[in-house]
């Protein structure tokens, strides 16, 4: 048996494309043809499999995954006893309990005795047992967002993203009762080979994610500006000084946060920094 790491993506759905391009941004290949279960990386030593998301967890719990990435809300729903690895930061969505439009909503109280269609009951109970609430909880495994307008419940427990179910759907959201982004997840007793490859991948998506929240900025300034703007830029270690061609004048290079962005371009400025260049970062080695 070849000690590759199998990695459970979702097959299709909102988890799908950003998993297989961060997958990809790794410098991870694959062949992907429509339709597969499975492929082999030519150039990593893993293979995807491609599954419905509901079902990573219980995959990866027995063995036959050895991690996936799928929803936070997927991963508490299910329960099973698989570690969270790493937060992936994206596909974010919160599980909301949404009514229809049309009727009032005073708060959390008029909950009490609802009838709730949602796929998230354990989610939903743990939340409403919290609130000392008591719903009658009715599990169905899709399209939950039309259970109001034909008559099977009062209200829904589903997850929004942009809102757009819901708006088309003639709901209201009412309640937030989770906020979910995509995770890592791992079986626990992975064996020191593929401990070893899951490490790696780590390594590399840290590296993807870094380069993604900095820019590389470089700058032009007299030589008496340098000690105030090095003092604004923080850089990896400390910014890089080079002199210019023009006497009296150095070039500054450094990196950058993307939260702080325009703040530090304003204040560089304002200290004599002239020719500002932003340029994106392929890859950020930690
Ligand atoms: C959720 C939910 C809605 C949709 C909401 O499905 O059931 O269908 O996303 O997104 P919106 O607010 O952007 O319209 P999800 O992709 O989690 O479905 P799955 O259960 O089929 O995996
Ligand atoms: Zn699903």
Redesign the pocket.
Known sequence: MNSNLRIAI?KS???SEDSLGLIKECGIQFYSGSGKLKSESSNFPAELLFL???DIPGYVADGVADVGIV?E??LVEKNKPVTLSYRLGFSK?RLSVAIERSKEYHGIGDLQGLSIAT?YPRLLSGYLEKHGLRADIHEI?????IAPSIGLADAVC???????????NGLKEVEVIFRSEAVLIANPGLDDARQNILDKLLFRIKSVQAARNNKYILLNAPNDAIPAITGILPGMKSPTVVPLAESGWSSVHSVINENDFWNIIDNLREAGAQGILVVPIEKMIL
């Open positions: 979702q759905g909102r988890l419905r998301d509901d929803g809300n997927v969505c796929s495994s899709g399209s939950v967002e589903d997850i929004v993203s942009s809102g757009s179910t819901l708006m088309s």
